[in-house]
Nanobody, 124 residues
């Protein structure tokens, strides 16, 4: 089992920044990738960023590229999502995930774990 705890959500104005953190504990060796996905109210969840544990390899989707950055502190088993120039359409619940992934694509290859989520609200 892997436990994930997110922090850093909140309410901001458009153009401002937030930094989310996700602390992982437990059997983290079973999951070689971490990532973030979000779910706007009434819409489906979408994956937005992922990173391979212990490496510099990361991926963010085009919708947030240039504004969001995923990083990690391996010593702390913590992943971060730096969100800059936030827009109202970024509003939603943001979830951290830890999962086994394909090392070439970093796409999930099996069931993983999800945190409890943190609300991000961006007003215009």
């Amino acid at each position: 089992q892997v436990q994930l705890v997110e922090s850093g959500g909140g309410s901001v104005q458009a153009g401002e920044s937030l930094r989310l953190a996700c602390s992982a504990s437990g059997d983290t060796a079973s999951t070689n990738c971490m990532g973030w996905f979000r779910q706007p109210q009434g819409k489906e969840a979408e994956g937005i960023a992922r990173i391979e544990r212990g490496s510099e390899r990361s991926y963010v989707v085009d919708a947030v590229k240039g504004r969001f950055t995923i990083s990690q502190d391996s010593a702390k088993n913590t992943a971060y999502l730096q969100m800059d120039n936030l827009k109202p359409e970024d509003t939603g619940i943001y979830y951290c995930a830890a999962f086994p992934c394909d090392t070439a694509t970093m796409k999930p290859v099996g069931a993983g774990y999800r945190g409890q989520g943190t609300q991000v609200t961006v007003s215009s």
